[in-house]
Every structure is written in C-alpha cells, then in structure tokens.
C-alpha cells in the first residue's frame, strides 16, 4: 500500500514537472496547474435545463441548506492563488494551443465565431478581442480563473469572494433569491447560495456577454452557473480549495458545461506579508488596440500615454504626485523634453 | 520513506509551479519573443503596478544623448514569490538586462531578465519574455564570450 502512494505522489510530481514548460510558454486556461492530484470534474447528477432547476434541485437535495453560525461556517482566509483548472480541455481537443475546436458543444453561431478567435490565437498569436485589452473588468466566469490574488470571505448570512484584479467582490447572499433591482445585467451578476455541509452552493445570473477568456469561446447575456466550492485535503499537507461549475447559456452552449477551477493558498504571498491593494485598470494599463485590431502600447512621450503614478489634475498644488516615493517624472504627451529624475524633491 | 516521497513529491510540484507564474493581462503578439537583446541603463521610474510593472530606463545613444525605454514585466503579485518587490529597482539605479523588442522598433519591450550591482540575475519578465533559469544560464555563457543579442550569438553558434 506504502508503495502505491508513493508511486502516486510521484507520478503527481512528474506529471507538475511534465506540465509546467508547456504551461509557462503557452500560457492556456490552467493557471497554476501542478498543484495537487489532477483536478476531476464531476458533472452533476443529471442534466438540468436551466441553472435555477439545477440549483433549486441542490437546496432540496441539501434539504434547504445547512444553517451556519459564526462558529461552525468554514473559513478560508488567507490570500489564495489560482491552482490550474480543466477549464481548455472543455472547448479544445488537448487543452492546449496544439489543439483544435471540439466541434458540438458550442451552438452553430457560437462555434463559427470560436474558431475564428482560435484561429487568431494560433495564427496570429492573439485574438483581436480581449476585454481586459481595453480595461473592461474581467467578470464572471474569467473571475474563476484570473491569476491574481483571491480572498474568501466566508460569514452565516452571506460570503465575500474577492479578486484583487480590478479589484473585483463577488457578493453572495445565503438563503435569498434572484433580485435585480437594476433591470439589467452586469460583469458579476446576482449570486445566491447556500451551505450543504462544508460545501457552498452558488447560482449567478444576469450577466453580461463578453468573452470567457481570451482563449475561450463567448458567452452571452444568458449564461449563467452553478458552482459547488468545497475545501479539500491531499496528501502532504497540500489544501486546494475546488470549485465545480456548471455553465449554462441558452445561445452559446448546446448543452450545459462542466469545469473544475482550483485555489491553493498563497503561501510565498502571505510569508512576504502581502497585502491586496486597490487598483484599476486606469492605474498603468497603457494597452490599446491599435487601427489594425491589434493590442498595442503607448510609450510616455506618445499622445494617449497616461501617467498612472504622474500627478492628478492639479499639479500646481503640492502633494499631487502618485509616486510620493522616489518622486519620478516621465515625459507626458504634451511635454517633449527628455525625461528626467527630480532627486531630492519633495513629494 | 513515505516522508521523503512527500516532501520530494510537494518541493516537485512546487519547482513546477514557480515555473507557471507568468500572469498575463493582455496578449504579447507585439512583442518579438523570438529577438533577445542586452541593454545597460539607468533607472527612471520602476513602476510596480497591477496589472502589469513597467521598467522606464534612460539608454545611453552613441552619440552620447539618452533615449527613454520602456519595459513591461509580470505583475506584483507574480514578481513578489521571485523575491522582486517596489523598491527593487530604484531611480538612478545602473541595471544590466535583456529584453524582447517591440515589434515596431519604438524604444521599449517585454523585459526578460534584469541584473543590478551585485550582478544577480532577476526575473522580473512576464510572458512576453524569457527572463527564466535556463535562460539565465544560455545567456551566462553568451555574455562572457561578448554577445548581447541572440540573434548574434545564435549565429555563432550555428557557424
């Protein structure tokens, strides 16, 4: 039996070691992946036809939800990283960019406009659309698989699920229904949920279209998921915190999608005392799609260059520059004069 | 026994992961990751910002004029489990580094692997350059035989 594991925990170490040039070189939809046994989908018990059947017919499965209190709801502090996810594998026949479409999970419209975007991504080595290209935050789903820094918030009434890019909260309240007071839809959406023991159980709706991730496929106005997050416990000491969705969208997919998406906690992060700091696109983000489609930069000197750590709008009053520190200068668009340093000046 | 193979298991998949830590906020299609080329300037501004950190760096022209570069690396998060943090690169600092170019010949680029003073490697890259180990190590060997650009040094080689 010892020998057993141990052929497991090596053959788990290979298989990490196996995949990470690939991972690093190609970049695909398994961020962080390596960590931990090879992540498994588990589909749901039968096919629904929407996600609010699937959920309602989770909360009477869990006989209306586990009713936690402060001292019983489980708690995943801490800062987390993305731990790979089958995300690709769903849409790509290898998961990777040596792949192709796998042709009938998406609709007849959904698929032609796929494999156009994956034959951008392969031919051209990027897809002309990517919504964080041009600062639109990154939503839900991209939320799931966003290699930025993740907090949990876990409380009776309601769960706090925290990006850092962007930064991004999705809000889940515990035990109500759909309610859109807005009358329209939004990068995350309405989520609801319920506790089923150490699992929580998450519906969302009401979101906007936009595009899975840059290698993905679209989705529409109507997708909508499922998830089910739950902590588990490996083998030496390893805690990977899965989450597995269901996607359903009526104009995208021909039937409903299943992916398993993973957290690990961020250990490196939490030992260099990191702290999740506000920012937003607008901060640095000089990427623009230039007139041929393609994602392009403003240099500093060049008109459409914003100085994200230059002074605000009123630089005639002291204490308006974003880089109190060192206090640096760039050349601006309507400055032409060589860059220079201000050493010594006061902030 | 059992021990060992865990602890040889978890530090395997944690060589691993520190490979996959490359965070992408957008494409790196106007980068030529295929050209590798070596610079020497001085700091103007480390920018250590979401989504991506920028390197601005004065390169001294032949003619003895300073031309503003300007350099994309990974994000915080990613450069803080390789030890690189706000304060690595100061203004005025002397940094050794090699880098992928635009595609469009303006003065900037996807940095690949940066050196200071103590004249250790550090990878601030993102994925539009390699700024890993191995890549480290070729250029080691490239550097003491006077190469700055894989282009040069790959035709030597092949000669």
Known sequence: MKIDANLWRLAIAALALSAAPSLSSAQNGGFGAGYGPPLKVIPPPKQFASSEEHYKYLLEQAKGGTKQTLATVPRWDGLWVTAGNTHLSAFITTGNFDGKVIEGVLTPAYEKAYKERWRQQTEEGQVHYDRLGHCEPPGLPRFLLEPYTHEFINLPQESYLINDFGPSIRRVLLGKEHSNLYGTHSWYGDTIGFWDGDKLVLNTKYLYPADFTRWSPMTSNQFETVEIWQLKKYDGGIERLEVQATFYDKYAFVKPVNVVYAFRHATELIKADYRVNHWECDQTSESYLDDKGVTNFHLPGEEGFHDGRGATMFPELPGQTRDPIYNTTLPTATTSAPPATTKGAKP | MNKIFTTLSVALAGAALSATVAQAHHSFAMFDGKTQIVKTGTVVRWAFNNPHSWLYLNVKNADGTDTLWSFEGSAPTGLIQRGITGD??????????????????????????????????????????NGGDENQKKWTDWLAKGYTSSTEAEAAVGK
């Open chain 2, 88 to 129: 690595t690169f100061k203004p005025g600092a002397t940094v050794t580094f090699m880098y992928c170019p635009l595609r469009d010949g303006r003065p900037g680029g996807a940095i690949g692997w940066a050196k200071l003073d103590d004249d250790k490697y550090l990878n601030p890259a993102d994925g539009g350059c």
